[in-house]
């Protein structure tokens, strides 16, 4: 399985971003999918993550309410949508998919929030 993020970009304080994850190869294996982001000097933390046919998701505190995280299963692929985005959102925010026992991971897309 090969992950691809895009549409990270530098955004001011209250605006928004859609973040897209294509994957490809043998996405029938995937099961639930997320995102995460690691900021300098942090450890890399869960976002949000949904299940496999996209009935069930869930968020960090951080980002209830701002964030929402839906997948297309027929375009494989995954979406975070952010809005009301703040300068501690800033990080490289990572697409994962658990295929067990294995998980995947993209390369990353850079979102920075100017205050």
């Known amino acids: 399985v090969q992950l691809v993020e895009s549409g990270g970009g530098l955004v001011q304080a209250g605006g928004s971003l859609r973040l897209s994850c294509a994957a490809s190869?043998?996405?029938?294996?995937?099961?639930?999918m997320g995102w995460y982001r690691q900021a300098p000097g942090k450890q890399r933390e869960l976002v949000a993550a949904i299940t496999s046919g996209g009935g069930s998701t869930n968020y960090a505190d951080s980002v209830k309410g701002r964030f929402t995280i839906s997948r297309d299963n027929a375009k494989n692929t995954m979406y975070l949508q952010m809005n009301s985005l703040k300068p501690e959102d800033t990080a490289v925010y990572y697409c994962n998919a658990q295929c067990w026992p294995i998980d995947y991971w993209g390369q990353g897309t850079q979102v920075t929030v100017s205050s």
């Open positions: 190869g043998s996405t029938f294996s995937i099961n639930s």
